[in-house]
């Protein structure tokens, strides 16, 4: 069935991030010129997704606010024959259509998804992590569902290596390798302790699931860190059919740390097309010094 829905999770505190995330959603912090949830429905646009359910919460209407019109700022923008802005700030409205839930309590990311339920029905659906930018020259939600298409396996889930010593911040991917970036995961766990887990592949923002996950959401008990796991959910159909793991191409910035965030605006303003040369120059400078 062809996946035309997608839902971001972009209810979470951002504890990781705090003071910023006091009163500004991570997800809306910029990179460059544009929030981060606009480069991700930006993906999903280009994957041929239509349709997305941003799951918020208390406090982050900026992200409505953001992909719909702003009738005085277009006039204003319309009148100063400003129309290279004038368009930018319209198209983003034209992305996918777009609605949004809250999510009442923060009690985890498989909490988040379930909030989704009805929105979904009855078929396979997309989920973008609201705080993980993924920036690629092949959109990352494109060659999951293309792996899930093709390996007629129950889902796909986006996956990388990470660093042994971080491994337990992650999930952990038990994989047998299919072809080329291609696995088949057949279990996981989420926040392995020492010992417990099955290889360095990690889920990282992305992931492609059947709508009969909603039932096993529903009955599992809350797993790691007192939430409900999406990871424990899937772990039940990794299990019993496999997912497709891809290591995807591109680069995925985490959003919902300090160093992934200043990453994300030196790389992406190393190549912008405005200031990029000028912000080489800086940073050869600056390198200078350290
Ligand atoms: P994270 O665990 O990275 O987000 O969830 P968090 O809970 O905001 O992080 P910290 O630890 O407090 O800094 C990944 C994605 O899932 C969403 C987040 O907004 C993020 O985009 N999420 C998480 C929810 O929508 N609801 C939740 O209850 C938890």
Redesign the pocket.
Known sequence: MKITKAI???????????PA?KAI???MFPIVDKPAIQYIVEEAAKSGIEDILI???RGKFEIEDHFDRAPELEAKLAEGGKQEMLDQIVDVTKLANITYIR?M?????G??VLQAKKFVGDEPFAVM????VIIGEDPCIGQLIRAYEHTGLCGAVGIKSVLAEEIQKYSSMKIEPIKDNIFKVTDMIEKPKPGQEFSLYSILGRCVLPPEIFGILEEIPYGAGN?LQLTDAMRVLAKRDGFAGIDFTGTRY?M??KLGILKASVEVGLTHPEIGEEFKEYIREIAKEI
């Open positions: 971001i999770p972009a209810a979470g505190l951002g504890t990781r991030v705090l995330t959603p991570k997800e799951i918020t919460s999510q309590e923060q009690k985890g990311l909490h988040a992590y609201g705080d993980d939430e985490d919902g740390n």
